[in-house]
């Protein structure tokens, strides 16, 4: 019968006559509490946020999985086959890459872009995608463009192409126009020169590719100079790399490099762990100096309850009861701060992802490769902050727990 009377005089010093929360230094610590939770969980969201986010963009601006030649050799149609037919395997796009510039021809200043080479199919994947569609459809592959379609090339040869909506807006072109394309081939050394229609435009959210990508006919980059032995390789779960990457390597053999975006990352989403743990604890500093209030307020109720602690010491409830009897007191109000502060972490995290009120100019956006910064509040970052406030708040209150339940029954009595 110990253990629920312990709790039943937590709850009744918590929620009694004399409600614990009633006093000024109770509001201070559930204030304090609340803030540095609330603090900790945006942190962690914006973390987890931009994390995800970069991880999608860059998978989808190369792919889970790409294979390079070591050579000039191609993949024949039947190891394309192979590869699609991979467990796990959702796309297979041979790819061309090239360099140059762009520039309208009203206007001789060139801005540099990269070209993706694609083939029709996936161009007219990109162009079905409607503009304005869900992060999660989006990248520099499979982009967000307009309305306009790139069909296929008129009878003046004009090769339709489609632009990064920030590199269409540093251009001012507009759709239908004519551009002039200059692309630099390596292998010759040389500059070659093609006029292009500007048929549309994708934004996928990757600062980089918006600015400096343009999407064109696979055959025109090769054309170009452009290289177009380039295996892209699409999965289901992108995690999964490591089990599909080898049995890719036994299939297109030693003459094809194979990496993944976990090897093109690895020091970058190190150094974003990192940061966050080292975000989480600093952070955290602000939850043990709220706890210090929730200690105070602790040591003022164990002052005022002097006498009914002594009462139930001379009862026979020993000096571990009484200060479970605390703990649990000083514990439920670290509790209450802190599901208070996670509701108020997710709200605000919900306000800042749905209204975009973190965005970047695009000169930032080029650096941290978002032009907007969502924060994603995921059960394990509010389960360790959860955990971490209560630990800190039970050490915090343990001192005074065990020194208010240290008093003499009959010193108690006599001195009330």
């Known amino acids: 019968m110990r253990t629920p009377l312990v709790a039943t005089l937590a709850w009744r010093y918590v929620r009694g006559r004399r409600s614990l929360l009633l ?16 603090t900790m969980v945006i942190a962690m969201a914006l973390m987890t946020g931009y994390s995800e986010d970069l991880q999608r963009k860059l998978i989808g601006g190369s792919a889970a999985i790409v294979a390079y030649a070591l050579d000039d050799s191609r993949p024949s149609p039947a190891q394309i086959e192979a590869l699609a037919a991979l467990r796990g395997v959702s796309s297979v796009d041979e790819v061309a890459y090239g360099q140059g510039s762009l520039s309208r021809l009203e206007d001789p200043r060139p801005l540099e872009v990269t070209l993706r080479g694609l083939d029709a199919e996936q161009l007219e994947r990109g162009a079905a995608t409607p503009h304005g569609a869900p992060p999660d459809r989006a990248s520099p592959g499979a982009a967000r463009p307009s309305d306009l379609a790139p069909s296929s090339a008129p009878p003046d040869g004009v090769a339709p192409i489609l632009l990064g909506r920030e590199l269409e807006r540093r251009l001012g072109a507009q759709r239908g126009e004519i551009l002039r394309l200059v692309a630099v081939d390596l292998q010759d050394l040389r500059f070659r020169y093609r006029r292009v229609r500007h048929a549309g435009s994708f934004e996928s959210g990757f600062a980089e590719a918006d600015a400096g990508w343009v999407m064109i006919d696979r055959a025109v980059v090769a054309e170009l100079g452009g290289r177009s032995s380039l295996l892209e390789i699409g999965l289901t779960d992108p995690l999964a790399t490591a089990a599909v990457g080898r049995q890719v390597e036994d299939l297109l053999g030693d003459v094809f490099l194979v990496t993944d975006w976990r090897q093109f990352n690895r020091e970058l989403f190190t150094a974003l762990r990192l940061q966050k743990m080292a975000l989480f604890l600093v952070l955290g500093l602000i939850v043990v100096v709220a706890t210090f209030n929730v200690a105070s307020t602790l040591v003022v109720l164990t002052r005022e309850r002097r006498r009914e602690v002594g009462v139930l010491s001379a009862l026979g409830l020993g000096r571990r009861e009484l200060t479970g009897v ?33 965005r970047f100019d695009p000169g930032v956006a080029a650096i941290y490769f978002i032009s907007s910064v969502p924060f994603r509040v995921e059960p394990a970052d509010v389960a360790s902050v959860l955990l971490f406030t209560l630990l800190a708040t039970f050490i915090a209150c343990w001192i005074p727990a065990w020194r208010g339940a240290a008093l003499d029954p009959g010193e108690a009595l006599r001195y009330d």
Do not use: D, M, N
């Open 23 to 38: 006093h000024g230094t109770a509001r201070a610590a559930l204030v304090s509490t609340s803030l540095g939770v609330t």
């Open 326 to 358: 605390f703990l649990l007191c000083g514990v439920a109000l670290g509790a209450v701060g802190s599901v208070l502060g996670v509701a108020l972490g997710w709200l605000v995290s919900w306000l800042l992802t749905t209204y975009e009120l973190v």
